[in-house]
């Protein structure tokens, strides 16, 4: 995620898919979101809310991401970036929460 994210503007390659950059972020931060969950359920004082800790977490990173973008060449921080990521955390968080987490008891 962060090998992209330090790539100068010029790098980037152009895909002619209409909006798929913000597609792109949004399954990022649903996987890493989906990741974060799974963590907290394994880490016996925060299990009670890994959900919470989980979307909060994935937030942050987006955010810090598009802040460390303001120092890579050619690049920016962009407040729709960080919308699809966290939609994108809240999808992830919610699906591993929902689905995985209450039918799976942690070990």
């Known amino acids: 995620m962060l ?8 790098s980037i ?6 909006n798929w950059d ?4 949004c399954l990022e931060y649903a996987i890493l979101g989906a990741f974060w969950v799974r963590l907290w359920l394994h880490i016996p004082k925060m299990s009670q ?5 989980g979307l909060l977490c994935t937030i942050l990173f987006g955010a810090l991401d598009e802040i460390h973008q303001l120092f890579i ?3 920016s921080a962009d407040i729709l970036d960080w919308a ?11 699906l591993y929460w929902g689905f995985i987490a209450r039918v799976k008891k942690p070990v």
């Open 3 to 10: 090998t992209a994210s330090s790539m100068p503007g010029t």
């Open 13 to 18: 390659p152009t895909i002619e898919i209409v």
């Open 22 to 25: 913000k597609g792109a972020h």
């Open 49 to 53: 809310h890994p959900f919470a800790y």
């Open 73 to 75: 060449p050619l690049r």
């Open 84 to 94: 699809a990521d966290s939609c994108g955390a809240l999808i992830g968080c919610s």
